[in-house]
């Protein structure tokens, strides 16, 4: 036997993850932290399993069958194993409907769930993401009658009685711009509401309802006009004849997520609320599903960095183990850094969402949460691209080879920038936040963060930087067409001082508890630079496009 390469081994995602570790002793209360380590200890326990049963496994996509031998449509989609297994393991584990339970650290402990889960949920978290968001939409809505049919099933800690939701936003013209939105409703002879039209991407296709935007019969254009429905989409153990799958998306990622187009044949649907503003009514579940999206870009970062930080001990080049080059050693220790940036924005998210929710939120938190959403989102999507993509080169060719089961991190991080709305979409979306009282909401809560802190040089670069974004939006703020055409440069700076304010917050903590790492992570972090202001010439822009 010749030479063979000594593959990487998953360290414990949970026990063995230090950044999660300090973040949740620092953010909880001793006894909610007890009562949250057996759900961790066993979600990492089956990250890592799944981790070592995926190159065992032989299908990786879903199987649509449309038809039976018999000529009867049945539309049987075939699940992966990790899917068939999702309502099991999310309910055991109270994933989702731990969020919705009382007190302030409620979702901060469900993400700690979706951070840990994700990766070997193989995207079961997309329809996940989509069922939380529904289940919060809901609650916003006030609509007693749907709250008491859906809830006790989208928040089910019981897989025999779990009922998974989609969203149905997508359209072929409605895409980001959700006021294209043609499927109709219409109200059949007895008064029922009924949707018809085609969407065009459905992630929760198996799921057994949906929210979904559709035009009532005789309102205007435009996003005003939408209203927000709630559906089913089972009859018994039959999917109902007015929802037809077309077909499943051949995808650069997600494989196993079976994202599919869908025809709406008259399918019966309840309005949430009132027959206009479903965008506003559709809010709190994009806000939400952003939110997952953000923790779950993170936990592929995590993923990619733990796989890639164990091989630099086991692989030797130039006599030494990669993790002795120095050239090596620094390159992870940048991405260590980004990760624990993105780690500590996404989880403030998360925290700050329930203290929202629960009404112990600071007079700026709400402003801060509905700023840090899209940027969170925004930010972490394009991050877990570039460190996916930084972690295979750390593999050299093996990187590239797709039984090695690296490729997958790459092709499913590219899913991040594009779901809930693409980078520049939730730049556009943050100065909705930015014209109310986002930022200064977010130099507030910075001050606070900064508290107590040692790093000097560090703290001044931030406040710098917040100053710097400032001062853009006053030169910029009034011309529209340059406020939007810098957007994307305005948010990853408010993203990044978010992050390293919060980088500070941990840093002063752990230095307390003699640990050095968060303040170091800190010093790199604020070293790649916080200001990515832009200020692009319109003129320009059009030579160069011309
Ligand atoms: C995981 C794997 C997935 C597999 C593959 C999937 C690939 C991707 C497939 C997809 O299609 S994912 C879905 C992607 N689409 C989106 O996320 C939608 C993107 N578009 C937006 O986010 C737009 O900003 C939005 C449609 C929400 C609104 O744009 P408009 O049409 O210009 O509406 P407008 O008038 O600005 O906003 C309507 C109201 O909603 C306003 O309130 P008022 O009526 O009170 O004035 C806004 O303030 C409010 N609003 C909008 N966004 C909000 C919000 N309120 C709170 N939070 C927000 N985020």
């Not at 299908?59 to 297994?85: C, H």
């Not at 992050?499 to 800190?522: F, I, K, S, V, Y």
């Given at each position: 036997m010749g030479f063979a390469q000594d593959p990487p081994q998953l360290a414990?995602?949970?026990?063995?993850d230090r950044v999660l570790h300090a973040m949740l002793e620092r953010a909880l209360p001793p006894a909610r932290r007890g009562a949250l380590d057996p759900d961790l200890q066993a979600l990492g326990d089956y990250a890592q399993a799944a981790w070592q049963r995926a190159g065992r496994t032989t299908r990786r996509k879903p199987v649509l069958t449309?038809?039976?031998?018999?000529?009867?449509?049945v539309d049987r989609i075939e699940l992966t194993e990790a899917w068939q297994e999702g309502p099991r393991i999310a309910t055991a584990h109270a994933v989702?409907?731990?969020?919705?339970?009382?007190?302030?650290?409620a979702r901060l402990e469900e993400f700690a769930r979706v951070y840990l889960y994700h990766v070997a949920s193989e995207f079961y978290t997309c329809p996940l993401a989509m069922t939380d968001g529904a289940a919060t939409a809901l609650k916003a809505s006030g609509n007693r009658m749907l709250m008491e049919r859906a809830l006790p099933r989208l928040l089910s800690r019981d897989a025999a009685t779990f009922w998974l939701s989609g969203q149905w936003m997508t359209e072929n013209a409605g895409g980001?711009?959700?006021?294209?939105?043609?499927t109709a409703a219409r109200q059949d002879a007895a008064g029922q509401w009924r949707l018809y039209g085609r969407k065009?991407?459905?992630?929760?296709?198996?799921?057994e309802a949906a929210l979904g935007l559709a035009r009532p019969e005789g309102a205007g254009p435009g996003t005003g006009a939408l209203a927000l429905f709630y559906v089913e989409t089972m009859d018994g153990a039959r999917r109902r004849p007015e929802l037809v799958i077309d077909r499943l998306k051949d995808k650069?990622?997600?494989?196993?997520l079976p994202t599919a187009e869908i025809h709406l044949h008259g399918l019966p649907a309840w309005p949430?609320?009132?027959?206009?503003?479903g965008v506003r009514q559709v809010a709190p579940m994009l806000n939400v599903t952003r939110t997952w999206n953000a923790v779950c870009a993170v936990a592929s970062m995590a993923r990619a960095i733990s796989l890639a930080r164990d091989y630099a001990t086991r692989r030797s080049a130039f006599g030494r183990p990669?993790?002795?080059l120095p050239l090596h050693a620094h390159t992870l220790a940048d991405m260590q850094a980004e990760f624990e940036g993105a780690f500590a924005l996404a989880f403030e998210v998360a925290h700050l969402l329930g203290r929202v929710e629960q009404g112990d939120?600071?007079?700026?938190e709400a402003a801060l949460l509905r700023l840090l959403t899209p940027l969170a989102k925004l930010w972490t999507g394009k991050l877990a691209v570039k460190l996916c993509s930084e972690a295979l080169e750390c593999f050299g060719g093996a990187g590239y080879i797709e039984d090695t089961g690296l490729p997958q991190l790459l092709r499913d991080a590219q899913v991040y920038a594009i779901w809930e709305g693409t980078t520049n979409v939730l730049s556009l979306d943050s100065l909705r936040a930015l014209a109310g009282d986002g930022l200064a909401a977010l130099r507030t809560a910075s001050e606070g963060w900064l508290?107590?802190?040692?790093?000097a040089a560090a703290s001044d670069t931030i406040r710098q930087a917040l100053d710097a974004a400032a001062r853009w939006l006053d030169r910029h703020g009034a011309a529209r067409d340059m406020l939007e055409a810098g957007a994307r440069g305005l948010a990853f700076t408010l993203a990044r001082c978010a992050a390293a304010a919060l980088l500070a917050r941990q840093a002063t903590w752990a230095g307390a508890r003699g640990d050095r790492r968060p303040a170091a992570a800190l010093r790199r972090f604020v070293g790649h630079g916080l200001d990515r202001l832009v200020s692009p010439a319109a003129d320009d822009t059009a030579l160069l496009l011309g």
């Amino acid at each position: 036997m010749g030479f063979a390469q000594d593959p990487p081994q998953l360290a414990h995602p949970y026990r063995d993850d230090r950044v999660l570790h300090a973040m949740l002793e620092r953010a909880l209360p001793p006894a909610r932290r007890g009562a949250l380590d057996p759900d961790l200890q066993a979600l990492g326990d089956y990250a890592q399993a799944a981790w070592q049963r995926a190159g065992r496994t032989t299908r990786r996509k879903p199987v649509l069958t449309q038809w039976d031998a018999w000529g009867n449509r049945v539309d049987r989609i075939e699940l992966t194993e990790a899917w068939q297994e999702g309502p099991r393991i999310a309910t055991a584990h109270a994933v989702l409907a731990s969020g919705h339970e009382a007190g302030e650290h409620a979702r901060l402990e469900e993400f700690a769930r979706v951070y840990l889960y994700h990766v070997a949920s193989e995207f079961y978290t997309c329809p996940l993401a989509m069922t939380d968001g529904a289940a919060t939409a809901l609650k916003a809505s006030g609509n007693r009658m749907l709250m008491e049919r859906a809830l006790p099933r989208l928040l089910s800690r019981d897989a025999a009685t779990f009922w998974l939701s989609g969203q149905w936003m997508t359209e072929n013209a409605g895409g980001s711009d959700v006021g294209r939105t043609e499927t109709a409703a219409r109200q059949d002879a007895a008064g029922q509401w009924r949707l018809y039209g085609r969407k065009w991407f459905s992630s929760a296709v198996v799921g057994e309802a949906a929210l979904g935007l559709a035009r009532p019969e005789g309102a205007g254009p435009g996003t005003g006009a939408l209203a927000l429905f709630y559906v089913e989409t089972m009859d018994g153990a039959r999917r109902r004849p007015e929802l037809v799958i077309d077909r499943l998306k051949d995808k650069l990622g997600t494989h196993e997520l079976p994202t599919a187009e869908i025809h709406l044949h008259g399918l019966p649907a309840w309005p949430l609320g009132e027959l206009a503003n479903g965008v506003r009514q559709v809010a709190p579940m994009l806000n939400v599903t952003r939110t997952w999206n953000a923790v779950c870009a993170v936990a592929s970062m995590a993923r990619a960095i733990s796989l890639a930080r164990d091989y630099a001990t086991r692989r030797s080049a130039f006599g030494r183990p990669l993790v002795e080059l120095p050239l090596h050693a620094h390159t992870l220790a940048d991405m260590q850094a980004e990760f624990e940036g993105a780690f500590a924005l996404a989880f403030e998210v998360a925290h700050l969402l329930g203290r929202v929710e629960q009404g112990d939120a600071a007079a700026h938190e709400a402003a801060l949460l509905r700023l840090l959403t899209p940027l969170a989102k925004l930010w972490t999507g394009k991050l877990a691209v570039k460190l996916c993509s930084e972690a295979l080169e750390c593999f050299g060719g093996a990187g590239y080879i797709e039984d090695t089961g690296l490729p997958q991190l790459l092709r499913d991080a590219q899913v991040y920038a594009i779901w809930e709305g693409t980078t520049n979409v939730l730049s556009l979306d943050s100065l909705r936040a930015l014209a109310g009282d986002g930022l200064a909401a977010l130099r507030t809560a910075s001050e606070g963060w900064l508290e107590g802190g040692d790093d000097a040089a560090a703290s001044d670069t931030i406040r710098q930087a917040l100053d710097a974004a400032a001062r853009w939006l006053d030169r910029h703020g009034a011309a529209r067409d340059m406020l939007e055409a810098g957007a994307r440069g305005l948010a990853f700076t408010l993203a990044r001082c978010a992050a390293a304010a919060l980088l500070a917050r941990q840093a002063t903590w752990a230095g307390a508890r003699g640990d050095r790492r968060p303040a170091a992570a800190l010093r790199r972090f604020v070293g790649h630079g916080l200001d990515r202001l832009v200020s692009p010439a319109a003129d320009d822009t059009a030579l160069l496009l011309g």
